[in-house]
C-alpha cells in the first residue's frame, strides 16, 4: 500500500496525537497488523500509540464509579482525554464486540470526555456484521464524530492480509485510504 499520507497535505504546527484501541489481545492478530500498518504510515506526521493495556482496565461497576474509580480507569481515561483522534480496530467476537473492549467503552458512558472526539472505526473479521453495527450505535452514543468515510467493515480479514502483514485486497486498501483521509478531516 502506498503511503497515504504523502497523497493529502498534513501541514499541522505541532504533530497531533492518534490512539489506537485494538480489540483483540491475540499476539499474531489480524487486526493488530492493520494498525501496525496505519501506525507506520501516519507515525511521520502524528503521534501514535496503542494503548496496549485494554485487557489490564478493571471490569465495569457502576458502585465504582465515581470517586473509588480505579487505577487503571483513571489512566484509561487520561489517554482517550490527551489523543486529538481514535481509531478503533476489532474483531467480532460472538456476534459482539470483544469484552476488553466493550469494557473499557463502559467506563466512558458516564463522562463526557468522549464528546465530539474525532474517531475512526475498523472491524476486521471472518463476518463481523453485528461488532460493527454495534460498534457503530455505542461509539455514536458516546458522542464520537465520525466521518461518512470513517467506519469500515473488513470481512473475511484473513484473506485480505499477507504473510508479511500487508494488505492485499485493493478494495480494502482503498477503504482504508479514504477512511484515514477522512479521519484526518475530522481531527483539523
Ligand atoms: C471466541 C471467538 C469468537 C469469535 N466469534 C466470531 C464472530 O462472531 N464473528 C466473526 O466474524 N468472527 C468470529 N471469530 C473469528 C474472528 O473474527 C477471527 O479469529 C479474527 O481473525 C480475530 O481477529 P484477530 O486476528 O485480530 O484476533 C471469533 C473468534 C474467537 C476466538
Known sequence: MENIIEQINVNMPHKK???????STKSSSANKQIVLLLMQQLADSFEVEIYDSLDKITHFNPDLDNELVPDSVTH?????????????????YVFSLPGVLKNAIEWLVSTTIYTDKPTALITASSSGEKAHESLNLVMKTIGAKIGNHSSILIKSVKSKINANGNIVDIDTQKLIELLIIDFIKQIG
Open 17 to 23: 496525537k492518534i490512539l489506537f484501541l485494538l480489540g
Open 76 to 92: 484509561f481515561r487520561q489517554a482517550i482525554e490527551q489523543a486529538d483522534g481514535v481509531i478503533i480496530c476489532t474483531p467480532e
